[in-house]
């Protein structure tokens, strides 16, 4: 990554550190009450446990999982904890990442949470999100654009689908108690993943 994988997870805590209080009031309209405290509270662990001098994107990013798995309370570890690794095991040793890659990160760390969550596109989750962003990412890879202009079409994507987690009703975790009562509500999942891929998208920028 151009400014490297350590700034990148660094930008990452910080953006998700900036909007802990709004990912939280989102999750007290339709769940726990904690999703940008345990996020924020993730991160903060996360970068005490790694190095400014770390270039092994894969292990940063297997490091990453694995703290978050630890720390991040309800579904939200488990699942963020398993789309880092997931991530990881495709970048073992590299210190740079093409488009390929990303391509292939991307669809990992969805095929991983749908695995973990058992969860698909539609549910009002983060996968509504994440999908859109993905799709959009490899749609503008194969037209030949380059990194950065995939990753702008890519939270483009994912901006309109946490729009659409307004529109439907939840079929997942504690919002689903909700019934359609959820609608109405952006999922707070799909928000900070799309919190997450600007925090990248700004760091390929350099």
């Given at each position: 990554?151009?400014s490297?994988i350590?700034?990148?997870?660094s930008?990452?805590a ?10 939280t009031e ?9 999703h ?7 991160f ?12 092994d ?5 297997k490091k990453?999982?694995?703290t978050?798995?630890s ?5 939200s570890?488990?699942?963020y904890?398993t789309a880092?690794m997931?991530a990881?095991?495709?970048t073992v040793?590299k210190?740079?990442?093409?488009t390929?890659?990303m391509?292939?990160?991307l669809e ?8 973990r969550?058992k969860?698909?596109?539609g ?7 994440l ?9 503008k890879i ?12 890519a939270?483009?994507?994912a901006?309109?689908g946490v729009?659409?987690t ?11 108690y909700?019934g ?10 799909a928000t ?5 891929l ?6 390929m920028?350099?």
């Amino acid at each position: 990554m151009p400014s490297g994988i350590y700034e990148c997870i660094s930008l990452i805590a910080e953006r998700i550190a900036d909007n802990k209080d709004f990912l939280t009031e989102l999750d007290r309209e339709i769940g726990d009450s904690d999703h940008g405290i345990n996020m924020s509270r993730g991160f903060t662990a996360v970068m005490e446990k790694l190095s400014p001098d770390e270039s092994d994107i894969g292990a940063v990013l297997k490091k990453t999982g694995m703290t978050l798995l630890s720390k991040v309370g309800g579904a939200s570890g488990p699942l963020y904890g398993t789309a880092y690794m997931e991530a990881g095991k495709l970048t073992v040793g590299k210190t740079d990442i093409t488009t390929e890659d990303m391509k292939s990160i991307l669809e990992a760390a969805i095929a991983g949470i749908q695995k973990r969550g058992k969860a698909v596109k539609g549910e009002k989750t983060m996968l509504d999100s994440l999908i859109p962003a993905s799709e959009s990412f490899n749609k503008k890879i194969a037209e030949g654009a380059d990194m950065v202009t995939g990753l702008e079409a890519a939270c483009e994507s994912a901006r309109e689908g946490v729009e659409y987690t307004k529109t439907i009703i939840a079929t997942k975790g504690r919002a689903s108690y909700l019934g359609e009562r959820s609608i109405g509500h952006q999922d707070p999942g799909a928000t900070s993943a799309l919190i997450t891929l600007e925090a990248i998208r700004d760091c390929m920028k350099g």
